[in-house]
């Protein structure tokens, strides 16, 4: 009851004079309790603002006095705002051959912790077909065997075409995403890239990491833009390493790492903390 | 200029509706924008907030303004504001043998990094004279040899009398403090404990920490109130040891643990980010 | 190939002039090649090595001369050899309601990467049977409804005894042991415990926190001896927490830490990394 | 006195069969009683050890047995042993204007914490003179205004001439080093770059990590070769920022992680415990 009490309303736009005022004003006539109010403007001037609030109240009529009351008593121009979005996402996961961080995702899943469906899991692999066979998921086998980049694309697109998902969250995609493919899913693609971006871009960090003898290694969860590896950075965390370790034991090792860092990164986004600012994400 | 023209209001007390909209609005009308604002209202329903804020402003009628729009408008009741608290506190640091923490307090005093002015040392040994002298500061010896606690706690007060200080910072003093000495600054003592409390309180925690064979050391910045070791929490950090660190290997490592938390919750209480909710410190 | 010519020599015992060079010495008249060695004496004078080493050949040869060669060169006595310990323990995993951990151990178990096989699952309740049985594991629900302590944990002896485990792993067991039932498994008993200990032993470690408001929240992984939360620590890790978390939040929060804390325990004890020195892990 | 009878031996030079073996005879022959022994063999074949001991012995003939059992027992060549190298190192202090790394090693060296004595402090701009004087060393403020790069560095050249140190230690020194004025101090001079390498090379690392979003900032010691920024990785540590936080309060808050993992390189160097194969430091 308290739960289902609880609304969220996030907004985002050009900062102005008063915005907080105006529309905590808003929700103070409606009968409305803030609890937590977080906001952040940029150095550029833009106003990001998430509001938790409690009571009853209707959405349409709530709404447009927030935005008259922005137009009227403001010079607040281009503020959109979000009330209530919804609580479980839709999402399709993409896997290649590593189980790790699918393995956590469906746990998560299983014992409802993720905060979103999983509708169904893409693989271009076929390896990983048992292990989401245990948790009643559909598993799309798209080979990209024989197809030209775009062609797989292409069919991974009309796999996704059935289940529209809000999100694509990569727990292990090793391919390249043309900008074409990304397109359709703007800021809505989240990757676990293996290492402390934006140290060992591209291909074999972990093998990177050992060239260069580093003593920490990481992970980085990020959303996907045009851009390789070059996404807002939503979640990162490291783990220290030694001299004894190969490539291949920091990979072992880093696993731990990203398998939590992209559940936190998804925590974020399902739970609406997410805003994105130019080439940064602001956690509110 | 900029810097001069930021300015910050910070409110405590009991939780009621509207307050953010209430407090925000007086803000608008006397022309002042909003940069940053945090609040939190604890489970007991105690609500704090710290605001940033830019523009010129009365304070005295601003204050006025605020405590008539509270009552008048609002069902709060023993709301307290603090408007703009003094930029630099007024400290003494009170030390026993150990120089590390005292050291970081000087340096960052001497460039200018503590927020604070460090009115003086006190110790109960001379042997930190030397260090406190190179920077120009009043050292007091105030020997415990031939006293009792009380009067030795009563030779410490007649020297803090001298100076009036805002805060008394425990950098490794090392004697516990009766409760009439805390009485006399209260929530005004800041400590730094050499483990990560709760854990090993009292005498020897490295000891402690090698005897019980952990894997993590840490350190704990608190405020001090009647219970040794028990005051609210402001910061803590840690750090891995291993089977072949000692006891004396661990309080070596310790240090550096212990010099930056006790800096890092020094800047958060100067800096207004700490308020107090019966024994647990809230960071805004 | 490489990997079954190498093998493991663990030694324990009494410190003695020359140990290291004897032992070397066997290995080098038996023409196999250390790859990695690594040797600890404690405070108390007891050695500890962990020797990796190549080559081909005659177990029961290379440990009589191990034994001879002390014996008649060094004044050692008492000295434990184990070579080539089983490399895949069998383990028997307990659990109450929690998932987490257990399925962390599943998950581990099903790609092998747990260098362990889970005979069994063990738990007081049967709400986590259907998640072991994605996995073909037996699991037994032995209920304490209705029992005594000593009747509920003979009747959880008598369904270990069907598989005779080396290892049983407590993954968020939530009952105390008593010493009888610790007893038939000396050293073997690996629990996770959702503090970082020594602070908050006993029962709601989170809430305990919640309550001393730490801003650092942690998990260990130990083996259980007869004092409940006292026996030697094996792993460690924290995660920083603030003033919004409840309790509940803590402990969603600590479940991360707890999960990964116990699995990277279990790697170090089921790859023979582990000694005990009295109350101390020792990890080689 | 067992601190004096304490002797390290440090051993270098591709892997042969038996090293261990027959150098830790070599001990026991000469009733010398190993306490601590950590050696490494590199993927290419290189071993490295370093072996902690205690007993009285003749260095020469302690060496000589060491060579001569070698080259008549093994198969080892152009294997190099350092025997009790000098304890504490001597060290010159290169700066630009930030005091906070300087300040750190120079209230260690007052401590006797160093394990090194500051020989001189050499800066580009005299602005932390009055700091070096506190503690009585000598400052040399050897200006590039007006020169070359190569004039500049012959400058330097000269004043460090007068010391002869083991070590430069660029503490926050901020110009580029050319290859030629390197190649004077060859595996010698230790740099600490306020980064997460291979992170943000090059300048203004801050700003860089401020512009990627990271949500985690580092800093990273470690020896200078001809290529900025690319020689062996000592220590790094990292912190957690958020996007409140600008390029300045990142540096701001950088400092501290930039001092301690300098001050901890510095103490493995100075203890013996680094050693260097191709761009990676192994660390014993």
New interface residues.
């Given amino acids: 009851m308290a739960e289902l009490d609880k609304h969220i309303l996030l907004m985002d736009g050009p900062d102005a ?2 915005l ?3 529309v ?2 808003v ?2 006539r409606h009968g409305l ?9 940029s ?1 550029t001037g833009r106003f990001f603002m998430r509001t938790e609030f409690e009571g009853a109240f209707d959405s349409k009529a709530l709404l447009q006095d927030l935005n008259e009351t922005l137009s009227t008593q403001t010079d607040a121009q281009g503020i959109t705002f979000r009330l209530n979005p919804k609580r479980r996402k839709n999402i399709v996961v993409m896997v290649t051959k590593e ?2 961080c699918l ?2 995702l469906l ?1 998560r899943y ?2 409802d ?1 993720l905060d979103a469906d999983i509708l169904a899991v893409v693989s271009n692999y076929n390896s990983l077909q048992g ?1 989401v066979s ?2 009643g998921i559909p598993f799309h086998y798209v080979s990209h065997e024989g197809k030209s980049r775009e062609e797989h694309e292409e069919a991974i697109l009309r796999t996704l075409a059935i289940y529209e998902p809000e999100y694509l969250v990569l727990a292990k995609y090793m391919r390249v995403l043309t900008p074409e493919f990304v397109r359709h899913y703007p800021n809505r693609i989240i990757n676990i890239h293996h290492s ?5 871009v591209g291909a074999n960090p972990y093998r990177q990491a050992y ?6 290694i ?1 992970a980085t969860a990020h959303f996907v833009n045009n851009d390789l590896d070059e996404g ?7 783990k ?1 390493v ?3 370790q ?1 490539a291949g034991d920091m990979a ?1 090792e880093g696993r ?1 790492v990203e398998k ?1 860092v992209l ?2 990164a998804l925590k974020l986004v399902f739970n609406d903390r997410v805003f994105i ?1 130019g ?5 509110l």
Avoid: C, W
């Fill in positions: 004079k008063g907080i005022h105006h905590t004003g929700l103070f309790n803030v609890i937590h109010n977080d906001e952040y403007v150095p189980h790790h393995a956590e746990i299983a014992f912790e292990l245990k948790f402390f971006l934006p140290a060992f060239e260069r003898g580093v003593k920490i990481g807002p950075i939503i979640a990162q965390d490291v220290e030694n001299h004894r190969l072992m731990d939590i559940s936190q600012a080439n940064r994400a602001i956690v």
